[in-house]
């Protein structure tokens, strides 16, 4: 990490992160949002934001970024390069950043019990919480884990790190018995992080705990899913949105009822390490076999597509965190790919020239979960998390996907592509 260069506006935002420090400790939270006036490049906001977490670890900080481009006044800032033994100046476009500062005195929560559901493609949220919370924060974990445990395959053959991390887990084959509610009862913990409650049955007798516990937050993992954008609308979406009254849409509302501090996050699309469930395999399986990537409709529909530790990282950093009670949080990243983009990366990584073909999916009929995401854009805005909670995601998809092709990607024994040239015959 480094800053090229310190500029008056620099030195004012550590100034003010230092001050900021001093009130955060007597008024438990501080927000300052700084401009910075033309920055470079992101990186350059964002080393100035781990500056100011370093300034005072006692607090926790949280610092996001966010920089716009000017399009409009367009270039004002010339740059000198040597080019080819003479000096030509290159144009930049003014870039405008901010730098957000929120400061919270250290928080007094220092234990949390995980609600683990059983895995499978969706247990890597609650490892990276985990391992996150035990090791960033000091904190006592402990996850109560649906069975039965698969000790070979991911997160669960990763769980060695979690016990060296002194994480505790616990396994019950059912976790509506009674005896999960025995086993709870002399413990207590000063957050709980629900990704396993699939129904207001589910979820009663543990927000009735939090209650006895009096717990700081109650963070429940629902889904992106519940969302029923109108259709045709192709913005991102954002946590008012229209819901449909899923289970997990009920059991948010019974925290909400019990005036429990919940928060709820709802993710969509995770990709990351200790993952079971892939959804890139669909264009690997394509592009190793030399196969045509079929992408339905006009391939510039927008998806995100989230690292399962900056996840973790927002629900951690509602823990502990005031600012997080009562609200709804999508849970993903702020950057955006077109489906064909993605085609395109992950050709990249597996090292060959894509050919993408698109259909109209209504013209076949198509067995649901053959595109790993929706026909029509689907993406979320994460706003709010950036604004409530500091959150800034750290991970990239495109700087990802050659470990993702290396390290996460398993090719199947027999593949089926007669549906492929199906439609293939009719479209080409
Ligand atoms: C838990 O998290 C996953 C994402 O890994 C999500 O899709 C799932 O629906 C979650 N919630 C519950 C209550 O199982």
Redesign the pocket.
């Known amino acids: 990490m480094t800053i090229r260069r310190v500029s008056p506006d620099h030195l004012k935002i550590l100034v003010l992160a230092v001050s900021c420090s001093a009130s955060a400790v007597l008024a438990k939270r501080t927000r300052v949002t700084v401009d910075v006036g033309a920055v470079d490049a992101k990186s350059e906001l964002q080393a100035l934001a781990t500056l100011v977490l370093a300034s005072n670890p006692a607090l926790r900080w949280q610092a996001s970024t966010s920089l716009a481009e000017r399009t409009n006044q367009a270039v004002r800032h010339a740059h000198i390069e040597p080019h080819r033994g003479e000096y030509r100046s290159l144009l930049i476009p003014v870039r405008h950043g901010s730098v957000s500062m929120l400061a919270s005195a250290a928080s007094k929560v220092d234990s949390a019990l995980i609600i683990q ?1 059983k895995g499978g ?5 609650g490892f990276h919480l985990a391992l996150q919370l035990a090791k960033e924060r000091g904190m006592k974990v402990m996850i109560l884990h649906e069975g039965p445990e698969k000790a070979s395959k991911p997160p669960h053959s990763a769980y060695a790190e979690l016990l060296s991390a002194n994480v505790d887990i616990l396994w019950f084959d059912d976790l509506t018995r009674p005896e999960v509610l025995w086993f709870l009862d002399d413990k207590k913990f000063g957050a709980i992080i ?5 129904s207001p049955d589910q979820i009663r007798p543990f927000a009735e705990l939090a209650k006895k516990w009096e717990v700081a937050n109650y963070a ?4 992106a ?1 519940m969302y029923t954008p109108p259709a045709g609308d192709y913005g991102a979406i954002s946590e008012d949105a229209s819901v449909k009254s899923s289970g ?1 849409r009920q ?1 948010e509302e019974l925290l909400e009822e019990m005036k429990l501090p919940y928060s709820c996050f709802r ?1 969509q699309y ?1 990709y990351g390490p200790k993952q079971g469930k892939s959804y890139l395999k669909y264009f690997f399986d394509r592009l190793t076999n030399g196969r045509p990537v079929l992408v339905p409709n006009g391939g510039d529909q927008q998806v995100t597509m989230t690292h ?1 530790a900056d ?1 973790a990282a927002m629900i951690a950093a509602a823990v502990g965190n005031e600012a997080a009670a009562g609200e709804v949080f999508n849970c993903a990243t702020s950057t955006l790919i077109t489906y064909d983009d993605l085609v395109d990366i992950c050709a990249k990584a597996v090292g060959v020239e894509p050919k993408i073909v698109h259909y109209n999916p209504k013209d076949f009929e198509i067995p649901k979960g053959f595109f790993p995401f929706r026909d029509a854009p689907f993406f979320v805005s994460v706003d709010k998390a950036a604004d409530k909670l500091g959150f800034a995601p750290k991970h990239l998809l495109a700087s990802d996907i050659e470990w993702y092709f290396t390290n996460n990607y398993q090719s199947s024994e027999s593949l089926d592509f007669s549906l492929d040239d199906e439609i293939l015959a009719k479209v080409a």
């Open positions: 559901n493609g969706h247990g890597e949220i629900d990704n396993w409650s699939k429940y993992v629902s889904s899913g997990q059991a993710p995770i399962a996840n």
